[in-house]
């Protein structure tokens, strides 16, 4: 059975569960038994309840990728 079809099983909002995986990915990558479809939407309350968002985490891919060299490509040239 995939992730998704789990996910339409507990009647959770596909776009929503998503989206939140992907808002979460660093959380989800450590915890991934809290972001299950049936009990995600408390582990986002647990993360309001204490004031943890999204926001903290959403440079890290940025991050990743100066990290792996992409943010520092050279720029293409033009042709003249």
């Given amino acids: 059975?995939?992730?998704i079809h789990t996910a339409?099983?507990?009647q959770a909002n596909?776009?929503?569960y998503?989206?939140?995986l992907q808002k979460h990915?660093?959380?989800v990558r450590i915890h991934p038994s809290r972001w299950m479809?049936?009990?995600y939407r408390e582990?986002?309350?647990n993360l309001l309840d204490r004031g943890t968002s999204a926001p903290e985490i959403s440079k890290r891919p940025l991050k990743?990728?100066?990290n792996l060299g992409y943010a520092s490509l050279p720029k293409r040239h033009s042709r003249t």
Avoid: C, I, R
Wanted: charged share 25%.
């Fill in 14 to 16: 596909l776009f929503d």
């Fill in 1 to 3: 059975m995939s992730l």
């Fill in 37 to 39: 479809p049936w009990n």
């Fill in 25 to 27: 990915a660093g959380k």
């Fill in 64 to 66: 990743m990728a100066e």
């Fill in 43 to 45: 582990t986002l309350d």
């Fill in 8 to 10: 339409e099983l507990q």
């Fill in 18 to 20: 998503l989206t939140e």
